[in-house]
């Protein structure tokens, strides 16, 4: 019985929890809160058109959202699939701009998802590891062994090194680098 309480106690709980994640992600935020929520807003309507549409494979690409600048990134099959995801982008109230990163969908036995998922930890570990820069909202996109780099910092010094981390990694094929700088 005391044990079916504490499931029940740490069911109810977690709701909580999830929020804690939020509300750090928003106070380390070069972004203000509200700037902060219009991007998450905007993120999740366009995977929603992106979940629902018949060209645009969502398993396929990603989406962020800083400042109104829609990023997606990820494998397409055609020309017609990376307009249409533009277009439906284009589509959510907010949205400035919309940049996209594409890949030409593949089978490579070269690099696998295996390969890029071993990369992103290898990444984000010298990130992590280096306490001179301040990396919490920087993201890491690796598509075929090639690195996307996007998110914001705060400084010119902030970008270059972790663009200098993501180069110095042994397997990443190209790094592109969509950092962008705001004094909060």
């Not at 005391?2 to 977690?14: D, S, V």
């Not at 993501?166 to 700088?181: D, F, P």
Request: glycine share 6%.
């Amino acid at each position: 019985m005391p044990r079916t309480l504490l499931l029940i106690a740490c069911l109810c709980l977690l709701p909580s929890l999830a929020g804690c994640g939020t509300a750090y992600k928003a106070a380390v935020d070069q972004r203000d809160v509200g700037t902060f929520v219009d991007d998450g807003r905007i993120e999740s309507s366009v995977r929603a058109l992106y979940i629902n549409d018949d060209l645009v494979k969502l398993r396929d690409i990603s989406v962020n959202s800083y400042l109104g600048t829609v990023y997606v990134v990820g494998e397409f099959e055609s020309d017609k699939q990376k307009m249409r995801s533009v277009k439906l982008a284009r589509q959510v109230d907010g949205v400035r701009k919309v940049t996209i990163v594409p890949f030409p969908k593949r089978d490579d036995p070269t690099c696998g998802t295996s390969d890029d998922l071993a990369l992103y930890a290898k990444i984000k570990t010298k990130l992590v590891e280096d306490t001179d820069i301040w990396s919490t909202q920087v993201d890491v996109k690796l598509v075929q062994c090639n690195a996307v780099v996007l998110g914001l910092v705060g400084s010119q010094r902030d970008a270059n090194a972790i663009i200098r981390h993501v180069n110095s990694v042994e397997g990443v094929r190209t790094v592109q680098n969509l950092v962008r700088i705001v004094k909060r």
